[in-house]
C-alpha cells in the first residue's frame, strides 16, 4: 500500500483552512482525503512560529491599549 504524497503548496493551503478560515480539522481532512495525522503534522510545520505568535499578541495588546486611551486624549 503506498501512500500519498502532496506538495508544500497543498499542505499550505490545507492548514490555511483551518488557521485561517477556521475550518474545523475533521472536516478540512475530510473533504481534501487527508488523514488528520498528516493536516495535524501540516500545521504544526507551517503555522507561525511561537516566536512569531508572541510578537504579534504584543503587537495586538499595544495597539488595543493605544485604541482605549484615544477617547482619553480627545475628550480631554
Same mark, same amino acid.
Given at each position: 500500500?503506498? %501512500? %500519498?504524497?502532496?506538495?508544500?503548496?497543498?499542505? +499550505?493551503?490545507?492548514? /490555511? $483552512?483551518? #488557521?485561517?478560515? &477556521?475550518? &474545523?480539522? #475533521?472536516?478540512?481532512? @475530510?473533504?481534501?482525503?487527508?488523514s *488528520? $495525522?498528516?493536516?495535524?503534522?501540516w +500545521? %504544526?510545520?507551517?503555522? @507561525?512560529t511561537p @516566536?512569531? *505568535?508572541?510578537?504579534? /499578541?504584543?503587537? *495586538? %495588546?499595544?495597539?488595543?491599549?493605544?485604541?482605549d486611551? *484615544?477617547?482619553?486624549? +480627545?475628550?480631554?
Amino acid at each position: 500500500m503506498s %501512500k %500519498k504524497r502532496y506538495n508544500n503548496a497543498f499542505n +499550505i493551503e490545507a492548514v /490555511k $483552512h483551518v #488557521t485561517e478560515r &477556521v475550518h &474545523v480539522v #475533521t472536516d478540512v481532512a @475530510a473533504r481534501l482525503d487527508v488523514s *488528520l $495525522h498528516s493536516l495535524y503534522q501540516w +500545521i %504544526k510545520r507551517f503555522s @507561525a512560529t511561537p @516566536a512569531g *505568535l508572541r510578537r504579534l /499578541k504584543a503587537e *495586538l %495588546k499595544r495597539v488595543s491599549e493605544e485604541r482605549d486611551t *484615544l477617547p482619553a486624549l +480627545i475628550h480631554g
